[in-house]
C-alpha cells in the first residue's frame, strides 16, 4: 500500500524560508515520479514541483528559482525547500504519487506567510 507522510508546515515571515519532506512508502521510490501540489481554500490544486525517477526535475513558473524538489532516495523522501516566500504563498502544500489510475497524496502541509 502506497502511503506518504508530510512534515515541516509552519508559519514564517515574507522573505523567509521553510522545507516540506514527504517520506514515501509502497512504491519503487527512486523509479518513481513524485509531485508537490498546492491548494488555495476554493481553488483548484495545483502542480508546484516534481522529480522524475531520473532525478529531473519540473516547476512551476511562479515558484521558479524560489523552491527547489529534491530527494533522498535511501530515506526514500523528498523535500521540498521554499525560499523568498511569498504572502501568496499561504496555502495547504501536498506531494502526490501516481501509480496505474490511483494518485495518492500525502496528508497536507499549511504553510503560511505573513507580510
Known amino acids: 500500500q502506497v502511503q506518504l507522510v508530510e512534515s515541516g508546515g509552519g508559519s514564517v515571515q515574507a522573505g523567509g524560508s521553510l522545507r516540506l519532506s514527504c517520506v514515501v512508502s509502497g512504491t519503487f521510490f527512486s523509479l518513481t515520479t513524485i509531485n508537490w501540489y498546492r491548494q488555495a481554500p476554493g481553488k483548484q490544486r495545483e502542480s508546484v514541483a516534481s522529480?522524475?525517477?531520473?532525478?529531473?526535475?519540473t516547476y512551476t513558473g511562479s515558484v521558479k528559482g524560489r523552491f527547489t524538489i529534491s530527494r533522498d532516495i535511501p530515506n526514500n523522501t523528498v523535500y521540498l525547500r521554499m525560499d523568498s516566500l511569498r504572502p501568496e504563498d499561504t496555502v495547504v502544500y501536498y506531494c502526490?504519487?501516481?501509480?496505474?489510475?490511483?494518485?495518492?497524496w500525502g496528508q497536507g502541509s499549511q504553510v503560511t506567510v505573513s507580510s
Open positions: 522529480i522524475t525517477g531520473y532525478g529531473d526535475t
Open positions: 502526490k504519487v501516481g501509480r496505474g489510475y490511483t494518485d495518492y
